[in-house]
C-alpha cells in the first residue's frame, strides 16, 4: 500500500513541477506582452498597405480575368484576417489607452499566433497573384503591341501621311 502512495506522490510532484514550470513561463512572457501588441497593431498596418497596394495595382486594361480575380481573392483572404486581428486587438485594449489588458491577451494568445500564420501565408499568395498579374499585363501589353505593329506594316504609308 505504501508503494502505491509513494507512486502517487510522485505523479503529484511531477505535476506540481510542470505546473510550476509553466507558472513561470507565463510571468515571464507577461512583460513582453505590451511589445507584442504594438508589434500586431504594427502588422494589421502593414496588411491594410498590402490590401490598398492590391486593389490600386490590380486594376489594368492589359490585366486578365484570372490574374484579377487572383489579385482580389487573395486580397479578400488578407482582408478578412485583418479584420480578426483588429477585433482581437480592440478586445485587448484597455479603453482608449494604447495599454493592453495582459488577460485578455493572454486568452487570445493561441487565435493571435493563427491568425498571424494565416496572415503570412496570404501575403505569400498576394505575392505570387501579384506575380503572376504583372506577368499577364506584361504578356498582353506585349501582345497587343505585335498586333499594332503587324496592322501598321500592313497598312501603306501614305495612310499615315496628314
Known sequence: MEVLGVIASSIAV?????A???IVNLIRDIPEIQKEYNLLKNEIELIADFIHESKRF???????DRSQRLLSITAQQLTN????LKGIVRRCAQGSSSNISKRRWLLRERKIEQLRE???NAKSDLQNATLLH????????LKKQDEYAVYKASVPLWAFSY
Open 14 to 18: 511531477a505535476q506540481a513541477l510542470v
Open 20 to 22: 510550476g514550470r509553466h
Open 58 to 64: 490590380g486594376t489594368s486594361e492589359f490585366a486578365n
Open 81 to 84: 484576417i485583418e479584420d480578426e
Open 118 to 120: 494565416k496572415a503570412r
Open 134 to 141: 504583372h506577368q499577364a499585363v506584361v504578356t498582353n501589353r
